[in-house]
C-alpha cells in the first residue's frame, strides 16, 4: 500500500508525496503531459529533441548538472509517445534543490542557437546509433506506420526522419515550450524521505510563482478500426529472419486493459510463456521469442516479436504463431496457468515498489490517467481477469483483420 | 516574477551510511551465508555465488553454458516444469557468469522462502544439462553472436579486450563460431562438478529477512556435500597482444566505435580509490571533461564513457564511444588531447568539488536499501575486502588534491600504454 497526498497549487501544478523514511534519498519525479502524439506531422521528434533542450541551462542557473552534482544528486528523463518525464534523486536534506532546478527551467529554459544545433547533432547521433546502425533496429520505424494509418503514435519518439530534427527552428523550440511545459500540463511527484506538509510548502514557495499559461488543447485523430490484414516485407543484411506482430488494442484506462495485459504474460510472461514453450522448445522454429502490450493512453497495441532460427521459412513462423494465438480463444485457460500470470504480476509490483523513483514514476502516470489511487489497486485489477475475460479479449481482438505482420528477412544467402 | 527572489537554495554536507551490519553465518557443511537485515517490503534476495567464471574454463562459452543451463532440467523437473514452477511462485532468477564469478540472484515474496530453497537444490545441485535443451540454448546463443557480430560497439569491445589481456586468456578470448558446436553435456556435467559445489558456495541474503530464514538455510542447504573432485589451477597468463593501433572495417557502418585503453590495478591496490576518482572526472559522470567536450560542445556522440574496472587478476582503463563516420579522426585526436590535459595540468578546485560531491552522492545511492547493500557487499567481498574500501574511497573522495589527480594520470594514463581500436 502506497500512502499519498495530493495537492494542487493556483496555477494548476498538480502534486503528490508519498513519504518513505526507511531511505535517506528523496525521489523528484516531473511529468509533462507532453508526447511525440502532440507533435506535428511535418516536426516530429521534437518532444524528444525538446528534452534534450531542458538540459542546456537557464539565465540563473548556466549548467542545470552542476548545482545537482554538488547537492550530491543525479537525474536523467525519457520521451515516449504519450509524456516527457524528468526524474532526480538526492539526499534528502538536499532535496530543495530539486525544486529549484526544475522550477527554474519551467520558467524559463535558456536554450541558444549554438546550443540547438549540438542537441539536433547528438539526437541525429542517437538515432543513427539506436535505430539506424544496429542489426533490426528499424524494426519499429517500419511497424508503426504499417499499424497505424492515422494517430500520431504512426511515428516513433526519436521521429519520422531525421530531416524533421534537422529542420526544427528555435522559434519552433519557443513555441514548443510555451504550448506545453506549463504548471497546469504538470505533475509533481514526490517520494522518499520528505514530509508531505515540506514538499507541499516547498512546491508552492517554487513553483506557486511560474506563471500559468494556456497549454494547447490537444485534438488527437483517432485511428480508424482496422478492417483488413496488412503486411510488409523487408529485406536487410542480418544474420537471421524476424517476425513482428501486432494488434491494436484498447486504450490504458479501458475496461479490456488488464486482459491484454494477462494475456501477454500468458504468451511470453517468464521463461515459461505458451510461445517459448511451443515454438522454441517444442517445434525450433525460433530462437526467441516475445510479447508485449505497449501500454500507451490511447489505444495502443499488442506487439510480438520473434527471432526465426536458421532455416526456418517465415510463413511456418508465422502460421505457428497464429496457431498459439488461435489457442486462446478455442479454450479456456487453466486456473494454474491464471495463477501463475497473477502471482508473478504481484510480486514484480511489490520488487517495483522497492524503488522510491519506481514509485515516483507511477504516481505521476497514475495521477495523469486522472488517479494517483491506481497504483495501490493494480494488482486486484490483474487478479480480477477471468479466464473468460481472457477468452474473449482474444476472441475480440486478436483476429486476422486487426493484426498487422512485418516479415523483416534475411538477405543473406545462407538463408534461401 | 512575484515577492520573491529565486536564490540557490543552501546545500548541505551528507554522507552515505556505511556502518551497515553484515552479519556471517556458516552452515554445517561450511557454506559461508552473509546476511544484510533491511528494508519494508516482504520481499528478499539471495545471491548464490561460486568461483565458477570464465577464468575457470579450458573452453570459451563453457562458463556462461554451465551457468545458463542450470533451469534447463534437473533430477526431479524437467525445463518446462521448473521454469513453470519458478514463475508460479512469482520467483525472479537472474543468472550471471562473469570472467571470475558465476552464480544466481533470486527475488521472491517471504512467504515462498521454503519453496525458493527446495528449488534452488535442485538448480544449484541437480541439473542434468539435457542434450535438447541444450540444443536450444546454443542456437539461441549463436543467434546473438551472429547479431552482435553486426554491432561496431561489439566488434571494437572484444577485439580491445583481446588486445589488452591476450587472445588465448579468458578474460580476453574472444569467442568463434565453430565455439558453438563444441559444447556438449559432458562438458559442462564435468565443469559443473567441479565448480559448483556446496561447500565452495557463499549466499548474500539481503531484505527484510524472517527469523527462521537461517534455520531454512540450513535445513536445504547445510547437509550437502559434493564429491571430492581435482581441480586446477588456470595456467592463463595475461599477456598484451602485439601492437596498439587496429581498424576494423565494417561494410555499410554509419557510426565508428571507438575504444581506447589499457590494462591496470586492481581493487586491492592503494591507487584504486584515487583511479576511480581521475575516472569519474574525465568520463564517468554526465558533466566529464569527455562528455562536455566531445557531446555538449562538438556534438559528435550520443554519448561517450570512461570506465576503471577490476577482474581478480587485473583491472582495465577504456575510454568508449560511437561517433559519426566522419567525425571519427577527430574524437579520436580530443581523447588523446583530454588524457594529455590531465597529466599536464592540474584540474581546477571547482571541478575537484562537483566530483567529490557527485561521488559522495553515488555512495549514498550505492547504501539506499537492502538490495544496493547487498551488491555494494558482493563488489568487495569478491576481492577479499570489506566495507572499509567504500570507507577508503570517501576518504579519498573527500581530500583527494588537484596534483595526486595528475600524478595517477601520469602513472596510470600514458597514450604510449593504450590500444587503440576502431570499428566501423
Known amino acids: ?416 | 516574477m512575484t515577492g520573491f527572489s529565486r536564490i540557490q537554495p543552501p546545500v548541505y554536507p551528507f554522507d552515505a551510511r556505511m556502518d551497515i551490519p553484515v552479519r556471517t553465518l556458516t552452515l554445517g557443511n561450511g557454506t559461508a551465508v552473509f546476511i544484510i537485515e533491511a528494508g519494508t517490503e516482504e520481499i528478499m534476495r539471495i545471491e548464490f555465488v561460486f568461483r565458477a567464471g570464465m577464468i575457470k574454463e579450458d573452453l570459451p562459452l563453457l562458463a556462461t553454458s554451465a551457468n545458463m543451463m542450470l533451469t534447463e532440467g534437473s533430477q526431479s523437473y524437467t525445463a518446462e516444469e521448473l521454469n513453470g514452477i519458478l514463475d508460479y511462485y512469482g520467483i525472479f532468477l537472474n543468472m550471471s557468469a562473469e570472467r571470475d564469478n558465476a552464480g544466481l540472484t533470486v527475488y521472491f515474496l517471504n512467504s515462498h522462502l521454503e519453496k525458493v530453497l527446495e528449488l534452488l537444490v535442485e538448480i544449484l545441485f541437480r541439473p542434468l544439462f539435457p542434450a535438447k535443451e541444450l540444443g536450444i540454448l546454443m542456437n539461441k546463443r549463436l543467434n546473438w553472436f551472429r547479431i552482435n557480430r553486426e554491432k561496431v560497439q561489439n566488434i571494437a569491445g572484444d577485439r580491445f579486450f583481446e588486445s589488452v589481456f591476450g587472445s588465448h586468456h579468458p578474460y580476453g578470448r574472444q569467442v568463434q563460431e565453430a565455439d558453438f558446436g563444441v559444447i556438449i553435456p559432458s562438458l559442462l556435467k564435468d565443469f559443473h562438478s567441479k565448480l559448483y559445489r556446496p561447500e565452495k558456495m557463499t549466499m548474500i541474503v539481503s531484505g527484510k529477512i524472517p527469523v527462521s530464514a537461517a534455520d531454512s538455510f540450513e535445513k536445504y542447504f547445510g547437509g550437502l556435500r559434493s564429491m571430492e573432485v581435482y581441480t586446477e589451477e588456470s595456467k592463463a597468463r595475461i599477456t598484451g597482444g602485439p601492437g596498439k593501433k587496429f581498424h576494423i572495417e565494417k561494410k555499410g557502418a554509419i557510426q565508428t566505435a571507438i575504444r581506447i585503453g589499457s590494462a591496470t590495478i586492481t581493487k586491492r591496490h592503494p591507487d584504486y580509490p584515487g583511479m576511480k576518482f581521475l575516472n569519474v572526472l574525465l568520463g564517468g559522470y554526465f558533466g566529464s571533461r569527455l562528455m562536455k567536450n566531445i557531446r555538449e560542445d562538438k556534438g559528435f556522440t550520443y554519448g561517450i564513457h570512461s570506465s576503471v574496472s577490476s577482474y581478480d587478476l587485473s583491472g582495465y582503463f577504456l575510454v568508449s564511444t560511437e561517433v559519426g563516420r566522419e567525425n571519427a579522426a577527430r574524437a579520436v585526436d580530443e581523447i588523446y588531447r583530454e588524457l594529455q590535459l590531465l597529466r599536464s595540468v592540474p584540474a581546477g578546485s571547482n571541478e575537484l568539488e562537483i566530483v567529490r560531491n557527485y561521488m559522495a552522492g553515488e555512495m549514498v545511492r550505492m547504501f539506499d536499501g537492502p538490495f544496493a547493500i547487498a551488491e555494494s557487499f558482493k563488489a568487495v567481498w569478491e576481492f577479499g575486502l570489506d566495507f572499509n574500501y567504500f570507507t577508503g574511497i570517501m576518504k579519498t573522495i573527500r581530500t583527494i588534491t588537484p596534483d595526486e589527480v595528475m600524478e595517477l594520470a601520469k602513472k596510470y594514463c600514458n597514450s604510449e600504454d593504450f590500444y587503440q581500436i576502431t570499428a566501423g
Open chain 1, 1 to 416: 500500500m502506497i500512502d499519498f497526498s495530493r495537492f494542487r497549487l493556483e496555477n494548476g501544478l498538480r502534486v503528490i508525496v508519498h513519504k518513505d523514511s526507511s531511505t535517506p534519498l528523496v525521489a523528484m519525479n516531473l511529468l509533462y503531459d507532453v508526447g511525440s502524439r502532440d507533435e506535428d506531422p511535418s516536426l516530429t521528434g521534437i518532444a524528444h529533441l525538446f528534452e534534450h533542450l531542458m538540459y542546456c541551462g537557464t539565465k540563473s542557473i548556466p549548467e542545470y548538472d552542476l548545482p545537482l552534482q554538488l547537492a550530491g544528486g543525479e537525474n536523467n528523463a525519457f520521451t515516449s509517445n504519450d509524456i516527457t518525464n524528468y526524474y532526480l534523486t538526492l539526499p534528502s536534506g538536499n532535496a530543495e534543490t530539486a525544486f529549484w532546478l526544475e522550477s527554474d527551467r519551467m520558467l524559463e529554459p535558456g536554450f541558444t542557437r549554438k546550443k540547438l544545433d549540438v542537441q539536433k547533432s547528438v539526437v541525429t547521433e542517437e538515432f543513427k546509433q539506436r535505430y539506424l546502425n544496429q542489426p533490426y533496429g528499424d524494426a519499429m520505424l517500419l511497424l508503426r506506420p504499417l499499424a497505424y494509418s492515422t494517430h500520431p503514435y504512426r511515428w516513433p519518439t526519436i521521429g519520422m526522419d531525421i530531416s524533421h530534427i534537422e529542420n526544427v527552428t528555435l522559434d519552433d523550440a519557443r513555441h514548443f515550450f510555451l504550448s506545453h511545459y506549463t504548471p497546469g500540463n504538470a505533475i509533481l511527484a514526490l517520494t522518499g524521505n520528505i514530509e508531505p506538509e515540506k514538499a507541499f510548502e516547498l512546491a508552492a514557495k517554487w513553483f506557486g510563482t511560474i506563471p500559468t499559461r494556456t497549454r494547447r488543447e490537444r485534438f488527437l485523430p483517432a485511428e480508424p478500426i482496422q478492417t483488413e490484414e496488412r503486411k510488409l516485407t523487408v529485406e536487410r543484411d542480418i544474420p537471421t529472419h524476424a517476425l513482428y506482430k501486432t494488434w491494436h488494442m484498447g486504450s490504458r484506462l479501458s475496461s479490456e486493459y488488464h486482459a491484454f495485459d494477462l494475456l501477454t504474460d500468458l504468451l511470453a510472461g517468464g521463461e515459461s510463456g505458451r510461445l517459448h514453450n511451443r515454438l522454441v522448445r517444442e517445434r525450433n522454429l525460433f530462437s526467441e521469442i516475445n510479447a508485449y502490450i505497449t501500454s500507451d493512453i490511447d489505444p495502443g497495441l499488442v506487439v510480438i516479436t520473434g527471432r526465426l532460427l536458421r532455416g526456418t521459412n517465415i510463413f511456418k513462423a508465422d502460421d505457428a504463431v497464429n496457431e498459439v494465438i488461435d489457442e486462446l480463444k478455442d479454450t479456456d485457460v487453466s486456473i494454474y496457468e491464471l495463477e501463475k500470470v497473477k502471482n508473478r504480476f504481484e510480486s514484480s509490483n511489490v520488487l517495483s515498489n522497492t524503488s522510491i523513483l519506481n514509485k515516483a514514476m507511477n504516481l505521476a502516470v497514475c495521477e495523469l490517467l486522472g488517479d494517483p489511487g491506481i497504483v495501490n489497486r493494480e494488482v486486484a485489477d490483474f487478479r480480477a481477469v477471468s479466464a473468460e475475460m481472457v477468452r474473449e479479449t482474444a476472441t475480440r481482438f486478436l483476429t486476422p483483420a486487426n493484426c498487422s505482420t512485418l516479415y523483416y528477412l534475411s538477405s543473406g544467402k545462407e538463408q534461401k
